[in-house]
């Protein structure tokens, strides 16, 4: 098992950025993707990106892409999400996530085994 913890959310104004970040413990080795989901209420999950553990490759949904990035840190086992030129739609509760199957490009929460509690971020107009 691998227990996961998201920090870095909060409010901010549209155009501006917010880093979060997903610290990974436990049986780390097994982490194959890691990926970063997204709820907004009254809606569902919806993927926003995720990335390769090892090969470092990255993906995104299609409403985020240009405005996230996703990076991690091997030695220190976290994954970062780097959100810019925020929207009121980005407002969710945002849910980092790891996979240890050795899938192509998941983008469906079945995909994954793992997930953390859950960071807000706001976005005000």
């Known amino acids: 098992q691998v227990q996961l913890v998201e920090s870095g959310g909060g409010l901010v104004q549209a155009g501006g950025s917010l880093r979060l970040s997903c610290a990974a413990s436990?049986?780390?080795?097994?982490?194959?993707?890691m990926g970063w989901f997204r709820q907004a209420p009254g809606k569902e999950r919806e993927f926003v990106g995720a990335?390769?553990?090892?090969?470092?490759?990255?993906y995104f949904g299609d409403s985020v892409k240009g405005r996230f990035t996703i990076s991690r840190d091997i030695a220190k086992n976290t994954m970062y999400l780097q959100m810019n030129n925020l929207e009121p739609e980005d407002t969710a509760v945002y849910y980092c996530a790891a996979g240890y199957r050795r899938a192509a490009f998941p983008r469906t929460s079945n995909e994954y085994d793992n997930w953390g509690q859950g960071t807000q971020v706001s976005v005000s107009s």
């Open positions: 436990g049986r780390t080795f097994s982490i194959y993707n």
């Open positions: 990335i390769n553990w090892n090969g470092g490759s990255t």
